[in-house]
């Protein structure tokens, strides 16, 4: 278990290495974009480009939910007849 978190550690940290070295790269800020992003063009490229990923994504994200639902449920005896109105038998 500790090997696992060792690695998942030290792969975390080179894939922020490589985050910061790409996004420093002097190629990536050598030319800047003329256009200035809108709201509309935003729209436009979430609603038409990325449609499915949005609707995967929703779609996990439900389905966290549900799941973080049923795991804060209570289902001691105690909590279950109060809920319930019932009494022990």
């Known amino acids: 278990m500790k090997f696992i978190s060792l690695v998942t ?8 290495f490589i985050l910061v070295a790409a996004v420093n790269a002097d190629d990536v800020w050598s030319n800047p974009s003329t256009d200035q992003p809108t709201t509309s063009g935003l729209a436009d490229a979430l609603l038409s480009d990325w449609g499915f990923a949005l609707l995967v994504l929703g779609l996990l994200m439900s389905m966290a939910m549900m799941g ?3 795991l804060v449920r209570d289902e ?11 009494e022990e038998e």
């Open 9 to 16: 550690r030290l792969g975390l940290l080179s894939l922020g």
């Open 68 to 70: 973080a639902a049923y």
């Open 76 to 86: 001691r005896m105690e909590n279950l007849l109060w809920e319930f109105g019932g």
